[in-house]
């Protein structure tokens, strides 16, 4: 209800039946509608509104077409959204495309530099790309791009957590002692370890990700005894290894340790294993005849463990959600001491007195020789990156350094 006033907001408080119907009048304009209204009689009676009902009425109508209007509006908005999004999808495929369009084309034109007898030179250069402005330009926009945005190189380096200890650990033959070396400052202390047996002689250790120590060790026995050190260097017993096994690799992957390679005091190549540590067991892994070398090392990447020896001139992949081997395309120096290290998604192969080779994780196919290296000895601890930089321990007691950005090794010091 409102009054007959078409610009009065007023509440009506008076009804006139005079047009029949009856004309609702605020009591502000009732005089005016006596003296314009010439239909008689004139009767004006007030009128009682029920105030809350018009009210929860008027609300209602108004939520339900602001409501309405929102969904109106949401609706749009989405749609322009979505379009939006196709949009852009679109812009950004055409862009990857073109990013490997001129990636692939400047690779071929960077091997036929490489192979060239004859560089040409500057002015040359210049004739070839000018003759050819809108390649020219897009080359050089897209080159300004990756310089203002500072992309990394195809290769992400990854380095250890701030949580990681900064220390190597390892076992010298023949001891119960675990030296815990400090690589900040090259301190070192030797720890009593209440081993069972007398010898310690050709133990594989592997960190884990909380820190503890995965151990099992080779003895003139027919099993491996194996167990865990925590952190606070106590030790736990767990479930042997059913085959004795020195020099072998201690890989984790997702709660298991997987060993390959090792001998025995027989001669013979040791079955490959892993270990659960949940239920505290070991299982045996399909062998592959060609992959037994004795003093193997490794890692995991993704469903796959990577793992090389030092009598095999071949870096192994054992798949593991195909439970099959595979083999990376480079012929190493045979029986070399060699490292295998995975850096972000670069695996590193460290040569002695040899090739440091840089291979690409994600394509195998890809790699290059990256410098060369120093004589060293067998590995004898797990690996411990720090910033730019991978230690391990040698058998010839000799903590050494391998450092990312010069890509070279070097001995650091004799513990």
Request: hydrophobic residues 35%.
């Amino acid at each position: 209800m409102s009054c007959w006033e078409s610009n009065c907001s007023a509440r009506p408080t008076f009804v006139c039946p005079c047009s029949g119907t009856g004309v609702y009048s605020c009591e502000a304009h009732l005089i005016e509608h006596l003296k314009l209204k010439s239909q008689n009689p004139h009767q004006p009676e007030p009128q009682s509104f029920n105030s809350y009902s018009e009210t929860k009425q008027v609300i209602c109508d108004y939520l339900m077409k602001r409501n309405s209007d929102l969904s109106n509006y949401q609706s749009r908005v989405i749609d322009a959204t979505a379009q939006k999004i196709k949009q852009l999808k679109s812009q950004l495929e055409v862009a990857i495309d073109e990013f490997q369009r001129v990636i692939k084309e400047n690779t071929v034109l960077i091997e036929k530099v490489i192979l060239a007898e004859n560089l040409p030179k500057n002015d040359e250069i210049n004739k070839i790309l000018f003759s050819q402005p809108d390649e020219a330009l897009k080359i050089i926009s897209t080159l300004s791009w990756i310089d203002k945005e500072k992309l990394p190189d195809y290769i992400q380096c990854k380095f250890d957590s701030p949580e990681e200890r900064n220390e190597i650990n390892i076992f010298r033959d023949n001891t119960k002692k675990l030296l815990r070396v400090n690589l900040n400052d090259l301190s070192h202390k030797e720890i009593e370890i209440p081993i069972e047996h007398n010898a310690t002689v050709w133990l594989s250790i592997c960190k884990l990700p909380d820190n503890n120590l995965f151990c099992f060790q080779g003895i003139n026995a027919y099993s491996s005894p194996t167990f865990m050190i925590y952190e606070d260097n106590s030790i736990r017993y767990l479930t042997s290894r059913p085959n004795l096994c020195r020099y072998a690799s201690a890989i984790y992957y997702e709660n298991e340790v997987y060993s390959f390679g090792g001998n025995n005091d027989f001669g013979y190549v040791t079955t490959p294993e892993k270990y659960n540590i949940s239920e505290n067991k070991w299982y045996k892994i399909p062998q592959n005849l060609s992959v037994g070398s004795i003093s193997c090392n490794g890692f995991s990447y993704k469903d796959k463990i990577f793992f090389v020896g030092l009598n095999h001139a071949k870096i192994y992949i054992y798949h593991v959600s195909q439970n099959k081997y595979s083999e990376i395309p480079i012929n190493l120096t045979p029986n070399a001491v060699k490292i295998l290290h995975l850096i972000g998604n670069c695996i590193y192969v460290i040569e002695s007195n040899s090739k440091i080779y840089e291979i690409d994780a994600d394509d195998i196919q890809r790699w290059r020789i990256a410098g060369t290296s120093p004589s060293f000895g067998r590995p004898v601890s797990h690996f411990v990156q720090l910033k730019n930089s991978v230690y391990f321990m040698d058998n010839n007691s000799y903590i050494m350094n391998f450092d990312l950005a010069s890509k070279s090794v070097r001995q650091v010091k004799q513990i």
